[in-house]
């Protein structure tokens, strides 16, 4: 079974701070993914990578970055959180960009700006 | 751009059928995901389809038509564990094979 952990459930942070996620996949998969999900919204991708120190940019890029120096790990980072970045976050990881391939996610980080 | 619709929320009874509809647009259609997320959970993967017709799946049955841009997943014989998020996600060759999620729609099981 492929197995993606994200480092936090939940965490709380105050404006300004430096925040950063963690994700971590056993089934070394290629591409890995961060979204952020929000009531009515779905699933908005942020950030992803096909491979170690690439990344590109997804959908809604802003306020965040990402590092990708391992194959089995994707960071999200949040330089200077604010309130609006408040939201539940995803990772997910793919075997390869095929088309077939699914994406697996990990548990999910809620994460709360104050 | 991309457009996902999907209804927000259905009520059904335990036991019974529900049918959850997805349309969408997209430039480069390559393949159409139908993902189950429960109350606090991650996603996990239902379905797939990339080519017209039914794909069956136990309870659990999903149908594409590319000509029409539209999808549906069918839950039979529905069981409370089914009360959940049902995300409709489309990957478009035209924005490099990325998924994209619709809203996805809450179903709730009723006894």
């Known amino acids: 079974d492929v197995k993606v952990t994200q480092s936090s459930r939940y965490l709380v942070k105050r404006t300004g701070e430096k925040v950063f996620l963690e994700c971590v996949q056993d089934?070394?998969?290629?591409?890995m993914f961060w979204y952020r999900q929000d009531p009515g919204l779905g699933l908005r991708l942020i950030y992803f990578s096909y491979d170690v120190k690439m990344k590109e940019k997804g959908d809604i890029p802003e306020g965040y970055s990402v590092s990708r120096e391992k194959k089995e790990r994707f960071s999200l980072i949040l330089e200077s959180a604010s309130t609006n970045q408040t939201s539940m976050y995803l990772c997910?990881?793919?075997?390869?960009?095929?088309?077939?391939?699914?994406?697996?996610f990990g548990p999910g980080t809620r994460l709360t700006v104050l | 751009g991309q457009n996902i619709d999907q209804p927000t929320e259905m009520t059904a009874t335990e036991g019974a059928i529900v049918q959850i509809n997805c349309t969408y647009q997209t430039s480069g259609f390559n393949g159409l995901f139908w993902y189950q997320q429960h109350a606090g959970e991650a996603p996990t993967f239902l379905s797939y389809n990339v080519l017209d017709g039914l794909e069956e799946k136990g309870r659990f049955s999903s149908f594409l038509s590319r000509s029409k841009g539209y999808s549906y997943l069918l839950l039979k014989e529905l069981q409370m564990k089914d009360s959940a998020s049902y995300l409709c996600?489309?990957?478009?060759?035209?924005?490099?094979?990325?998924?994209?999620f619709g809203g996805g729609t809450r179903v709730l099981v009723k006894p």
């Open positions: 089934m070394d998969h290629e591409n």
């Open positions: 997910a990881s793919s075997l390869t960009s095929g088309s077939t391939d699914t994406q697996y």
């Open positions: 996600a489309v990957r478009d060759k035209a924005a490099g094979n990325k998924l994209t």
